[in-house]
């Protein structure tokens, strides 16, 4: 009995080694030189080709979404920029020479548009002053009218304060105009 125990332990062993080297063998043999084995799902190339190009078109489009948030943040800064950056005196004085014919009657209602819009123009002139290549020094007669003005006003530009002074805002006007006037390089 022990020889045929033995011999059936034996032949179980062989069994199972057979079993086990045919498991190895077909995980072995799932590439050949044709390509993927049975048991690995076939990829048409075109269906790579379509992958790569998708995944190329999406690059590029992140890359294009990437560029024009660029571009928007260049122009954003671009636009600031030249909010910030004074105009040119000549300029300027165009927009204040283009109250010159105007004028109003206290208490009407264009008189608080056109006083505050002779208060803006002065403004606009005093930065564009400033801020011109000659220096504030060769402006130094209007700016000083100017600063007057912005003192007599106190920072109140309300419509009730620009028609209480409303002979100082047009006198500073004139005056400008006529020392302009008398500098016409400035302005041409």
Known sequence: MSVRTNARGA?????????????????????????PG???????????ASAMAKAADDAAAAKSASDE????????EAAEVARNTPEAVRDAFAGLQATL??????????????LGRVNDELARLDKAMKADAQGPGHFKEPLA???????????????????????ELIGTRDRINTWMQGHPEDYR
């Open 11 to 35: 032949a179980t062993a062989v069994a199972a080694a057979a079993v086990l080297g045919a498991f190895l063998v077909g995980c072995t043999s799932v590439s050949t030189s044709q390509g």
């Open 38 to 48: 049975a048991d690995v799902p076939y990829v048409a190339p075109s269906a790579n």
């Open 69 to 76: 948030a660029s571009a928007e943040a260049e122009a954003a």
């Open 101 to 114: 014919n105007d004028t109003c009657a206290p208490g009407s209602a264009n008189c608080a548009y056109f």
């Open 145 to 167: 009218w100017i600063s007057a003005l912005r003192t007599t006003l106190n920072g109140d530009t309300s419509t009730a304060n620009l028609e209480k002074h409303r002979s």
